[in-house]
């Protein structure tokens, strides 16, 4: 289905996370972070989407844990900067799907 999300029409699945990466931008996960709480969209955050884009483009499957090890932050960080659900939002925010290890 379709979504407006920071003036862009996207393709969302039935949980509005998009369903085409390559449809993403900056602005959109601003729009989606105000969306799910996180008023301001830090370097650190933007920092975090990169990795998980990457991660999702490796074919990585994506937890909490690995998140953690990364050396991009660590999971308390992790849950500072997405404390409504750090992987869920995080991915919603970074444009990939919803990762297995969410329920």
Not at 2 to 12: F, Q, R, T, Y
Not at 35 to 57: A, N, P
Not at 74 to 96: E, H, T
């Amino acid at each position: 289905m379709e979504k407006v999300i920071a003036g862009k029409s996207v393709d969302v699945d039935t949980n509005g996370y998009l369903t085409d990466l390559s449809q993403w931008n900056k602005e959109i996960a601003i729009e989606i972070g105000k969306e799910e709480g996180i008023d301001e969209v830090s370097d650190k955050h933007l920092e975090v989407l990169t990795y998980l884009q990457d991660q999702y483009k490796k074919d990585v499957a994506l937890t909490i844990r690995g998140v953690g090890k990364s050396g991009v932050v660590d999971i308390k960080q992790l849950y500072v900067l997405f404390p409504k659900g750090p992987l869920k939002i995080s991915s919603k925010m970074a444009g990939i799907p919803r990762p297995k290890s969410c329920i």
